[in-house]
């Protein structure tokens, strides 16, 4: 036991250092729910909660079967379909000198809406939502388990959940019925639920109807209640908390740290995507607006090399990676010499323009700024897109910054990538030109 408890007290401390994650504010308000999720698993674990929660569809008997083992009307019972519609809980205060080491735990019983009385995608979010805190789940059916009840076990057997499967209502099966439903469920779960885990259970028997005789030979009739026949049920669920409780709470709670850290990565890598993107398109606008409204010669380019240094050393902030300016350049230098002809072409362009700007200088500006600042943009998407891959990467991941190139070359159509750059820039230019037009009248 000892051993077990280290692992809950490590799978604690981690829940709490994954709390306590640095976050930027940005990535703090993406994964708001997710700490949240993660602050809720810490309270149940310093609690010394374990929760048992009931599954299956609607009718299957969950809440009377809950009453009967608390042994009180805790959870709403009704007669038609679909009154259990959220989560509730209630505590569970069976003989605690039967569970061994879980004499300071709390123990709580969970009921859920039924799986068939919400569409595929609800029920999917329901089940997460059960079985993301709980430790046990008991699937509740009252008869051969159809599709939809097969597909959720399947689901939560996935999900690496200790599942017992009650068989409920047995007060309505014919010894014959019952023979043959219990035969092709364990059909249908061998593999996924053992023989231990299958038992029957009544959580509201119907009346039994008993004749009474009279000592003048008469005879009447009475319907007398039943008790519920939970005492199987009970009694597994106590000897899987007595032999390996620990076990299974520190199972589920590891799996949980587990999926919400997996989330918590996935969506800081997306709001660092989406503000890497944002930034890269800010530059391509700059240095586009720059290179095409310069009309001095070289000065164009010598500007957006500093431009695409400076949005490099921004990426490296984003991923919270440090990068120096030296670094920047260096960096710059590698993806442009990855990119080979591609990059030839394009300095290629800025040089024919600078000729141009030189010869002729306000018709020839006026000719080359729209073809060179895209060009300029061109690059700087290029770059911003390798550079994005090396942070996010932590370098080339073994590939190489030319395979790298080659994917983010084979994904992208440039036409859709610069069209809102080329209006822009267009619109500039010739409010530049009737600016200039005004002044000559002058």
Partial sequence: MAGKNKQYDEILAALRRLSRSDLRDSERAAVAQELD????????????????????????????????????????????????????????????????????????????????????????????????????????????????????????????????????????????????????????????????DIVFAA???????????????????EWVERPAIIEDLSARILEILHREGKAVVALNANLFATEVSERIAALKAMVRGEEADRLIRRFM??????????????ADIAGGMVSDAVMVQQLGAVYGQPFSRENARALITEILGAWGIMVSLEWVTHLAAGVIKGTAPLAGHALVAIPQGLAAAWT??????????????????????????????????????????????LRRLGAKASSSALLKRL
């Fill in 380 to 425: 700087t998407y290029i770059v911003g897109q390798a550079a994005s891959v090396y942070f996010r990467q932590g370098g080339w991941g073994g590939r190489g910054a030319k395979a790298i190139l080659r994917d983010i070359l084979s994904g992208v159509d440039r036409d859709s990538v610069l069209e809102p750059l080329k209006d822009e820039l």
């Fill in 203 to 221: 959580g509201d028997p119907s009346p039994a109807l008993r004749v009474y005789h009279n000592l003048d030979g008469s005879e009447r009739e």
């Fill in 37 to 196: 999720d993660i602050d809720t698993m810490v309270t149940k674990l310093e609690h010394g909660v374990v929760e048992i929660a009931a599954f299956g569809e609607v009718n299957s008997g969950k809440s009377s079967l809950l009453n009967a083992l608390l042994g009180r009307p805790s959870f709403a019972v009704a007669a038609i379909a679909g009154k259990t519609r959220e989560l509730s809980r209630q505590e569970w205060t069976p003989r605690r000198e039967t569970i061994k080491g879980f004499a300071d735990n709390r123990l709580v019983m969970v009921d859920t809406p039924g799986i068939n009385e919400v569409e595929g995608d609800d029920r999917a979010a329901i089940a997460e939502a059960t079985v993301r805190y709980a430790d046990i789940v008991l699937f509740v059916t009252y008869g051969d388990l159809n599709d939809v009840e097969f597909s959720a076990i399947k689901a939560l057997r996935a999900l690496h959940k200790p599942i017992i499967l009650v068989i409920n209502k047995i007060d309505l099966f014919k010894r014959r019925e019952l023979e043959q439903t219990v035969a092709s469920i364990r059909a249908k779960v061998s593999g996924m639920i053992g023989e231990a």
């Fill in 285 to 298: 606008w700059i240095k586009a607006s720059a290179v095409a409204l310069n009309p001095v010669p070289v």
